[in-house]
């Protein structure tokens, strides 16, 4: 790839996958089990990232899966990805999961979720990908809250990366208590 790429919209890298939940991906309460969904979620991350990139790439984090509603069995799942923000050789992928009871036309959000993806070259190192074109308000909007959701995400390892550090006793009980644990008299 040349050093000086040609910035590609939004548009051009979103992808939706679809799938109809069949009874071998339920768990044991009968619901679609979570894992199953991430799976489906790190390809339609993976797809977008590679649209964009024009380059094989990898799951470096995923942020925030909050599994909002149960899918059920039977269920049309929709998971739609889009480029939300790129860096040198990273992108963050948003992407939407949807169910639609195809029986009732009820459709639900079940999830919103971050990957961030990293592009690799044919030396299996990090390669540059495209810059991202913003071309709607919804674009940049995005692209912001990336941005934000990176330095917040970098505040709060630096906190739990010091509390590891100083293993404050003092903070340690102040933070612990009114919760429901008991300390050990081990670790006293």
């Given at each position: 790839m040349s050093a000086f790429l040609s910035a590609r919209p939004a548009s051009f890298s979103r992808v939706t996958i679809t799938e109809l939940m069949i009874p071998s991906f339920a768990n044991f309460g009968g619901k679609i089990h979570g894992g199953i969904l991430l799976s489906m979620m790190d390809k339609v991350a993976y797809t977008a990232a590679t649209k964009h990139s024009g380059a094989y790439c990898v799951t470096v984090s995923v942020d925030t899966v909050d599994f909002l509603q149960p899918?059920?069995?039977?269920?049309l799942v929709s998971l739609k990805a889009s480029v939300n923000h790129v860096g040198n050789s990273s992108m963050i992928i948003g992407i939407k999961v949807i169910s639609e009871n195809v029986k009732t036309a009820v459709v639900k959000h079940?999830?919103?979720?971050?990957?961030?993806?990293?592009?690799?070259?044919?030396?299996?190192?990090?390669?540059?990908?495209?810059?991202?074109?913003?071309?709607?308000?919804?674009?940049?909007?995005?692209f912001v809250?990336?941005?934000?959701?990176?330095?917040?995400?970098?505040?709060?390892?630096?906190?739990?990366?010091?509390?590891?550090?100083?293993?404050?006793?003092?903070?340690?009980?102040?933070?612990?208590?009114?919760q429901r644990c008991e300390i050990s008299m081990d670790i006293k």
């Open positions: 899918v059920e069995v039977g269920e079940t999830n919103t979720c971050y990957f961030t993806m990293v592009a690799k070259g044919e030396d299996d190192k990090p390669t540059p990908v495209p810059p991202l074109l913003l071309e709607t308000r919804t674009d940049v909007r995005r809250e990336a941005i934000k959701r990176k330095k917040y995400k970098s505040e709060y390892g630096a906190i739990l990366k010091e509390l590891k550090r100083t293993w404050d006793q003092e903070v340690i009980s102040t933070l612990l208590k009114d």
